[in-house]
């Protein structure tokens, strides 16, 4: 009889309706609807992203003016490779627009040779 009462408790265990332990187990998951509904990007912001030219993106980036918001500039950042630092909008687009024209500068001087 003692062999089978490890095998009662397990089945006890098993049997118990979800509740905390299957919390712990299944990590809530978002809602895929909830997700896309979130992701509305910014047409312009699109077309900076796929910009091949330095130029395309700095007049692209021109076109924005007033309406860029951090989350548009570090996504613009990191389609440039580069990080710009925490601070007011206006002297993060100063510092994207710095970075856009120093490489506007290397474009156009690497297209002379």
Do not use: C, H, Y
């Amino acid at each position: 009889t003692r062999e089978k009462q490890p095998e009662e408790g397990r089945q006890t265990r098993a049997m118990q309706p979800d509740g905390i332990f299957s919390q712990k187990e299944k990590p809530a998951e978002p809602s895929v609807q909830a997700a896309e509904e979130e992701v509305q990007l910014d047409p312009r912001l699109l077309r900076f992203l796929d910009a091949n030219r330095m130029e395309e993106k700095m007049e692209i980036l021109d076109s924005m003016q007033g309406d860029v918001t951090d989350e548009m500039i570090d996504i613009m950042a990191i389609s440039l490779d580069t990080e710009i630092v925490s601070g007011e909008a206006s002297e993060r687009i100063a510092a994207l627009r710095e970075t856009i024209q120093m490489r506007l500068r290397f474009e156009s001087s690497r297209l002379r040779e």
